[in-house]
C-alpha cells in the first residue's frame, strides 16, 4: 500500500494579509513556505542538530574536565561554533525556500513580483536597529540581500500566460480580504477602515 504524504497545514495571521495589496503577495509568502516543506528544512535541521549536539555536548565535557580558564574558554567557544553553525543552515534554508518560491509561483502563474513587494514592505516594518546586528547573528539573510536576488532572478523573468485558476483567485482576493478583516477586526476598527477604502475606491468589494 502506497504511503500518503502528510498533511501540511499554513497559518496566516490577519495582520499580514491585511498589509498585502494582491494575491501574488499571498501566493509569495505561501511559495516561500511550501518551498521550506519541499526542501525537508525542518526534517533536515533536526537530523543535522542530534549530530550537533553530540559535538557540543562533547566539546562542553573536555571543557569540564579541563578547568579552569582554559576549559571555560573551550566550553563557550563549543557553544558558540554550534549557535553559529545553526545559524548559518537557517540562512540557507531561508535562500533556498525564495528561490523555490519564486519557481512554484512562475510554474503556477502567480507573478513573482509579488515576492519583491512583500519582502519591502516587510523590511520597511522591521524594528528598528535591526539593520545594526551582524548578519552573522540572523536566522533570515538580511532584507537587502533577500531583494537583490529576487530582483536579479525577476530581470530573467519571462511571463506567461495566466491560468484559469490564477484568474479566479487574483478576482476573488479583494473579496477575500474583505471577509477576513470584516471577522477579524473590531466594529470600530472595521468601520473606520471600510470607511476609508470607500473613500478611495467606491466600487472596493
Same mark, same amino acid.
Given at each position: 500500500?502506497?504511503?500518503?504524504?502528510? +498533511? !501540511?497545514?499554513?497559518?496566516?495571521?490577519?495582520?499580514?494579509?491585511?498589509?498585502?495589496?494582491?494575491?501574488?503577495?499571498?501566493?509569495?509568502?505561501?511559495?516561500?513556505?511550501?518551498?521550506? !516543506?519541499?526542501?525537508?528544512?525542518?526534517?533536515?535541521?533536526?537530523?543535522?542538530?542530534?549530530?550537533?549536539?553530540?559535538? =557540543?555536548?562533547?566539546? #562542553?565535557?573536555?571543557?569540564?574536565?579541563?578547568?579552569?580558564?582554559?576549559?571555560?574558554?573551550?566550553?563557550?567557544?563549543?557553544?558558540?561554533?554550534?549557535?553559529?553553525? $545553526?545559524?548559518?543552515?537557517?540562512?540557507?534554508?531561508?535562500?533556498?525556500?525564495?528561490?523555490?518560491?519564486?519557481?512554484?509561483?512562475?510554474?503556477?502563474?502567480?507573478?513573482? *513580483?509579488?515576492?519583491?513587494? =512583500?519582502?519591502?514592505?516587510?523590511?520597511?516594518?522591521?524594528?528598528?536597529?535591526?539593520?545594526?546586528?551582524?548578519?552573522?547573528?540572523?536566522?533570515?539573510?538580511?532584507? %537587502? +540581500?533577500? &531583494?537583490?536576488?529576487?530582483?536579479?532572478?525577476?530581470?530573467?523573468? &519571462?511571463?506567461?500566460?495566466?491560468?484559469?485558476?490564477?484568474?479566479?483567485?487574483?478576482? #476573488?482576493? %479583494?473579496?477575500?480580504?474583505?471577509?477576513?478583516?470584516?471577522?477579524?477586526?473590531?466594529? $470600530? *476598527?472595521?468601520?473606520?477602515?471600510?470607511?476609508? +477604502?470607500?473613500? &478611495?475606491?467606491? +466600487?472596493?468589494?
Amino acid at each position: 500500500m502506497p504511503l500518503q504524504a502528510p +498533511e !501540511v497545514i499554513f497559518f496566516f495571521f490577519s495582520g499580514l494579509i491585511n498589509m498585502m495589496d494582491d494575491v501574488d503577495e499571498l501566493a509569495a509568502v505561501m511559495s516561500h513556505e511550501i518551498g521550506h !516543506v519541499s526542501a525537508r528544512h525542518l526534517s533536515n535541521r533536526i537530523e543535522q542538530n542530534k549530530t550537533m549536539s553530540i559535538a =557540543v555536548l562533547a566539546g #562542553l565535557l573536555a571543557g569540564a574536565l579541563m578547568g579552569g580558564k582554559a576549559g571555560a574558554a573551550i566550553a563557550t567557544g563549543t557553544m558558540a561554533a554550534g549557535i553559529q553553525k $545553526q545559524l548559518a543552515y537557517s540562512r540557507e534554508d531561508e535562500r533556498q525556500a525564495d528561490n523555490l518560491g519564486f519557481k512554484y509561483m512562475d510554474e503556477s502563474r502567480f507573478n513573482p *513580483g509579488g515576492m519583491i513587494t =512583500v519582502m519591502k514592505r516587510l523590511e520597511r516594518l522591521a524594528p528598528a536597529g535591526t539593520d545594526a546586528i551582524p548578519p552573522y547573528l540572523l536566522t533570515h539573510p538580511g532584507g %537587502p +540581500e533577500r &531583494v537583490s536576488t529576487s530582483e536579479i532572478l525577476m530581470s530573467q523573468f &519571462v511571463p506567461k500566460a495566466e491560468s484559469a485558476e490564477s484568474i479566479r483567485f487574483r478576482t #476573488l482576493f %479583494p473579496y477575500f480580504k474583505a471577509v477576513l478583516l470584516a471577522k477579524s477586526m473590531d466594529f $470600530q *476598527g472595521a468601520n473606520r477602515y471600510f470607511g476609508k +477604502e470607500r473613500e &478611495v475606491d467606491p +466600487e472596493s468589494p
